[in-house]
């Protein structure tokens, strides 16, 4: 726990420290984006989705833009509901989809379970972002969100770049696209894990506060999150 002052200019000195370390924060992640923006561009297929009115391509889901990020949900196949961590994070989408499609950027959510399911979770939790399944496609087992029958087998699979024990059936991400020139489509980025906070305005707001995400004491640091319908 920080010290209390009562002098102002004690203060004021130690404030002006952080920022210049704050300011320092922030021209690397200035610097870290330009880097993303230069990763090489992998083309995949084009991959068919279920929507609520039948099938949708990958390149569909582009709604006319030239980028697209995916956001990916964990929500087996046999859940009842979608995970409460996601939509801790999926509360926040809706109002920022307007602003993204200015910078021609289109946004959609994607899970395994079946689109009723989705459509369902959806209104009960009040979004209206675009929501697809990938349960009868290899997407999410492709970007590694979802555990295969081989990395069961295995007992290991690949999250974050990295070879992991196979323990959660489902996991969550963001991946990013870019349709080409001549009409194909790229995969430009994927983050997974704490590479997903940047995505959460809450947690922002939340580690301005003198007790910040205060979760140091929990079974598992986001054990306090509840679906935003049953807090």
């Not at 697209?68 to 196949?77: E, K, T």
């Not at 290899?138 to 992991?164: C, I, P």
């Not at 009409?183 to 922002?204: E, K, V, W």
Request: glycine letters at 6%.
């Amino acid at each position: 726990m920080s010290e209390v002052t009562q002098d102002r200019e004690v203060w004021l000195q130690a404030r002006r420290t952080l920022l210049e370390r704050e300011k320092a924060h922030a021209r690397a992640g200035d610097e870290l984006a330009a880097q993303r923006r230069k990763l090489p561009k992998l083309p995949v297929e084009d991959y068919v989705f279920d929507d609520v009115d039948g099938q949708v391509k990958l390149s569909d889901l582009f709604n006319g833009r030239s980028q697209l990020i995916v956001q990916h949900i964990m929500f087996g196949p046999d859940w009842e509901e979608g995970c409460p961590i996601c939509s801790f994070w999926a509360d926040g989408y809706d109002p920022m989809i307007i602003h993204m499609e200015q910078r021609d950027i289109s946004f959609v959510a994607v899970s395994r379970a079946p689109v009723e399911k989705l459509q369902a979770y959806r209104d009960r939790m009040g979004w209206d972002f675009a929501w697809v399944s990938a349960l009868n496609n290899q997407f999410n087992f492709d970007f590694h969100v979802s555990l295969s029958d081989a990395d069961r087998e295995k007992g290991t699979t690949t999250y974050n770049y990295a070879e992991v024990p196979a323990r959660m059936e489902e996991m969550h991400g963001t991946s990013v696209f870019e349709r080409s020139e001549d009409g194909g489509i790229l995969h430009t980025y994927s983050t997974y894990g704490r590479g997903l906070d940047a995505m959460n305005a809450a947690y922002g707001f939340i580690d301005l506060t003198p007790r910040g995400r205060n979760e140091g004491d929990l079974p598992f640091s986001m054990a306090w999150v509840k679906r935003h319908d049953t807090y």
